[in-house]
């Protein structure tokens, strides 16, 4: 649920263009219980 909730409010920055979305992307591996960080372009 946090990680949806984390995805859904960066969504709504995105599309209302009010925020400004974060620099970096997390990307969690729920089989093999890792997580990394990916700065975006």
Known sequence: AFIGGCCA????KLITHQYTPVDNVLVYNGIRQSANVFKLK
Do not use: D, R
């Open 9 to 12: 409010q960066e969504a709504i």
